[in-house]
């Protein structure tokens, strides 16, 4: 064996031995970003609720009067509370360009202060330019209180009586 040939040995060995090292080190950095990011997607799920994106507990259904609108700016909804007592969460973005709507209780109707759009209590759009509803956000009960999921949004395009959801005590 030359000089040359003991080198090109030595440096195959090398090669090979941190060839392994890098492989083990690789997947030991695999296992960590999986273990970090199931941790943070854990974390997440957590810190959602309360918060946009997440589940909100909108109140106990006795305590919150019938033909009532109640915003909730944390979670971006007003839950509707119709004349019949059923619930709905609108979502407060317009459907036009995404301005937040506001509720006017002495004309009783969503505007838009953006394009000047305007909803009715049910959410259904009343003047232009959109042409379509507020969305809905997925209303629940547990224990006698109401859930808004504000990481489950409907999209309409009107308003009809089967989005109402009621509470079966
Ligand atoms: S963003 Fe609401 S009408 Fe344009």
């Not at 309360?50 to 019938?66: C, H, M, Q, S, Y």
């Not at 036009?96 to 759009?125: M, Q, T």
């Not at 547990?142 to 309409?156: E, F, N």
């Amino acid at each position: 064996m030359t000089a040359k040939d003991k080198h090109y040995s030595e440096t195959k060995d090398f090669t090979r031995r941190d060839f392994m090292k890098l492989g083990l080190g690789a997947l030991s950095g695999l296992a960590v970003l999986e273990m970090g990011i199931g941790s943070l997607q854990f974390l997440r799920a957590k810190s959602l609720d309360g918060k946009f994106g997440g589940l909100f507990t909108a109140g106990k259904v006795d305590e919150i009067p019938n033909n009532s609108v109640t915003e909730f700016t944390d979670g971006n909804f007003y839950l509707v509370r119709g004349k019949d007592g059923g619930f709905m969460a609108l979502y407060r973005r317009c459907p036009h360009l995404g301005c937040a709507v506001e509720w006017s209780e002495s004309k009783e109707r969503f505007y838009c202060p953006c394009h000047a759009s305007s909803f009715d209590i049910n959410g259904d759009f009343i003047s232009q330019p959109v042409p379509k509803a507020l969305d809905l956000f997925e209303v629940s009960f547990q224990d006698g209180a109401v859930l808004v999921d504000t990481s489950k949004v409907t999209r309409r395009e009107h308003f009809s009586p089967d989005q109402i959801v009621y509470f079966d005590a």
